[in-house]
């Protein structure tokens, strides 16, 4: 399976600044995921990031609060925009898609975000 | 709406029992269930993956079932250990590639 290297693991953030994070596979995928894990909750979907065209989001997040780059098959970023407190969470990528099936998901060891 | 049930959200054990963490899902069209274990602030790994089409998969001391009639999966511990110590999710994947988690079941074991 896939091996996923996110960076940063955490940060403290001033509200109203914005935090890029990354997620470098060391294989070529198709699809990306972005998650967020509020503190106490389970995973929430973001977006599903396709190399070559626009990330799809899922309801609740939008792609100015959330805006994500995904450059070629290898690598993504998520940025977290004019972030609040209310954004702190622990945020993870992962890979998976047509050959999840047979592999399952592969997840980035996360980013714990707090925002002060 | 998808929904993905863990049950019980925290348990506690003592070293060398064997626990049974339980997993229940709505919606019958499933493709495969994984199980994960996240260590506090950590991201995911990844335990055991049963597709559609399997009954069961085994790991180590760790065995996974599903049962797609009934909606729910199980993940067998064996001979639990500290290091066990965790947060336990399930995830039911679907027909659109994407993932729905349980809350999780936070797993106390101790020495």
Redo the contacts between chains.
Sequence with gaps: ?AVIS?KPS?DICQRGTSLTIQCQVDSQVT?M?WYRQQPG?????IA?ANQGSEATYESGFVIDKFPISRPNLTFSTLTVSNMSPEDSS?Y?C?V???G???????????T?LTVV | KQEVTQIPAALSVPEGENLVLNCSFTDSAIYNLQWFRQDPGKGLTSLLLIQSSQREQTSGRLNASLDKSSGRSTLYIAASQPGDSATYLCARGGSNYKLTFGKGTLLTVNP
């Excluded at chain 1, 999840?100 to 996360?110: C, E």
Aim: proline letters at 0%; glycine letters at 18%.
């Design positions: 399976s996110q955490r699809m995921f909750q389970s995973l929430t979907l599903t622990i993870l992962s998976g898609g047509q999840s099936y047979n592999y399952g998901y592969t997840f980035g060891s996360g714990r």
